[in-house]
């Protein structure tokens, strides 16, 4: 087991440019999440996969942020003409559809992204 | 919906010292709720879970974890602390619904500074 890893842990990038962050679940995990993080906060839900189906998505996630998880293994999150109010650390986890282990989460270390 | 609260912003501690962190929740039914611990820079690391049954339960590191149902509480305690607990203790609460996307709800957060 070789835990969740993002891609990638520090992005800087300039207001109006586009980002895409990569996440790798636990192998045997097809429930797949990402979630925002800002400073001072707990992380909050962005969006849901299970297997390839985006089955959720929260009002957080505005237009210019997509994500896909094309082949319900590796999840990517794009986030089109970048704004300040961007900047966060975004954390990927995974969980595994067993009867209550579905709701253990398990968290990758992050993508810190910060827009200049 | 449900939301979680965390009263204390920042405790500090002297090493050796017993430890409680306050985590009030709000549900309409009995949730699932967690402990999480975050270092600087990292992502989230499970350190309990409350499912069902008894309601005390033990974590990983020492910690443990009682569910008061009256008190719409799931306080964190320590015995012990030691200089490697500092960093930031988030509570979460899980929906218990099939069929949803089971994401979490967590506090802002409690950072624990661990006194020599």
């Known amino acids: 087991d070789t835990g969740v890893s993002q891609n990638p842990r520090h992005k800087i990038t300039k207001r109006g440019q586009n980002v895409t962050f990569r996440c790798d679940p636990i192998?045997?995990?097809?429930?797949l999440y990402w979630y925002r993080q800002t400073l001072g906060q707990g992380p909050e839900f962005l969006t849901y996969f299970q297997n390839e189906a985006q089955l959720e998505k929260s009002r957080l996630l505005s237009d210019r942020f997509s994500a896909e998880r094309p082949k319900g293994s590796f999840s990517t999150l794009e986030i089109q003409r970048t704004e300040q109010g961007d900047s966060a650390m975004y954390l990927c986890?995974?969980?595994?559809?067993?009867?209550?282990?579905?709701?253990?989460?398990?968290f990758g270390p992050g993508t810190r992204l910060t827009v200049t | 919906a449900q939301s979680v609260t965390q009263p204390d912003i920042h405790i500090t501690v002297s090493e050796g010292a017993s430890l409680e962190l306050r985590c009030n929740y709000s549900?309409?039914?009995?949730?699932?709720l967690f402990w999480y611990v975050q270092s600087p820079g990292q992502g989230l690391q499970l350190l309990l879970k409350?499912?069902?049954?008894?309601?005390l339960v033990q974590g990983i590191k020492g910690f443990e974890a009682e569910f008061k149902r009256s008190q719409s509480s799931f306080n964190l305690r320590k015995p012990s602390v030691h200089w490697s607990d500092a960093a930031e203790y988030f509570c979460?609460?899980?929906?218990?619904?099939?069929?949803?996307?089971?994401?979490?709800?967590f506090g802002s957060g409690t950072q624990l500074t661990v006194l020599p």
């Open positions: 409350y499912f069902s049954g008894d309601t």
């Open positions: 192998s045997e995990h097809n429930r």
């Open positions: 549900y309409g039914a009995t949730p699932y």
């Open positions: 986890a995974s969980s595994s559809t067993r009867r209550d282990s579905s709701y253990e989460q398990y």
């Open positions: 979460a609460v899980g929906a218990r619904s099939s069929g949803s996307a089971r994401q979490l709800t």
